[in-house]
């Protein structure tokens, strides 16, 4: 396998504890622009077990849309899904922990996302619904998540339980004045990030990959120094901040890459797999 991309290193006196479990962001980084595992990074898991290191996602997805990825890598340790909104077992998807958006708050945001003409998708643990099944992006995350989404003509009556609202559109600029008002209207009654240029993630206020790895931490009994993170987007900077090691992906932005221990390839050039090798693996194996 080549050599991972240069990374920031760590002197003598920050150097990171060994790691006990490593937490991957999913797309953008675990998998290719396809959607796809590669050998590669099946195999880097496979050898971070045999070292006794634990692995598991954290994803912006609903935990439905994960199994694909959990079976593919056998997973056994509890999911972080919603962007740390909802951690449930790998197997039956039994929720562990939750954080869903009030109701009054889902309905507002709803009401904000319309008034600016931008799509918009709610999600609860199980279903997917949205008013228009040829909008934008509904085909593309069809394929991503690998289930159908609920066409309604309203959405009252699906506010309860709901882990997850998502803005969608490709116009960032109408995006970005979304995004601005609904953090003026509903303070910190939400949290409302971008996992995409396209996708505004609406959740509860706690809902965040930083939440995602403080509760990981607590029930698998595993130090948060000795948690090792990697990610591309903007909403993997908060779990960064909270793990011992962090991984940015090449084909993050500048500010994801300046949050990040180190910086690795690209989800298209092995960058998973790679940063497992060089900033892990290598480590770990030479201590057995």
């Known amino acids: 396998m080549p050599a991972a991309m240069p990374s920031r290193a760590s002197t ?15 797309d953008g980084t675990l998998v290719t622009k396809e959607k796809k595992v590669t050998d590669d990074a099946k195999d880097a898991v496979r050898r971070l077990r045999e070292c006794g290191i634990k692995f598991t996602i954290t994803s912006s997805r609903p935990p439905r849309g994960l199994r694909r990825v959990i079976s593919e890598l056998q997973l056994a340790e509890p999911i972080a899904a919603f962007n740390g909104g909802m951690v449930v077992t790998p197997g039956d998807s039994r929720v562990i922990e939750q954080r869903l958006l009030r109701e009054d708050a889902a309905r507002e945001c709803v009401r904000i996302i319309q008034e600016h003409s931008i799509g918009v998708w709610l999600y609860n643990q199980h279903d997917w619904f949205v008013r228009d099944r040829t909008g934008p992006h509904v085909q593309h995350e069809v394929g991503t998540s690998g289930f159908e989404p609920i066409v309604v003509e309203s959405f009252d009556g699906h506010f309860d ?24 209207r509903l303070g910190n009654l939400v949290s409302a990030t971008l996992s995409q240029r396209y996708y505004l993630d609406i959740t509860h206020p706690d809902a965040n990959k930083g939440h ?13 120094e000795k948690i090792a993170t990697i990610g591309d987007g903007q909403n993997d900077i908060l779990m960064f901040q909270v793990s011992g090691l962090s991984i940015a992906m090449g084909n993050a932005a500048p500010d994801v890459q300046a949050a990040a221990t180190y910086v690795t390839a690209s989800n298209q050039e092995e960058g998973f797999a790679r940063a497992m090798q060089q900033f892990i693996l290598s480590r770990a194996e030479q201590a057995q």
């Open 12 to 26: 003598p006196e920050t150097q990171p504890l060994p790691v006990a479990l490593v937490v991957s962001d999913v």
């Open 161 to 184: 339980g709901m882990g997850k609202i998502v803005a969608v559109t490709d116009d960032f600029d109408a995006m970005q004045n979304c995004e601005d008002e609904v953090h003026a």
């Open 212 to 224: 995602g790895i403080a509760t990981l931490s607590r029930v698998l009994g595993v130090p948060a």
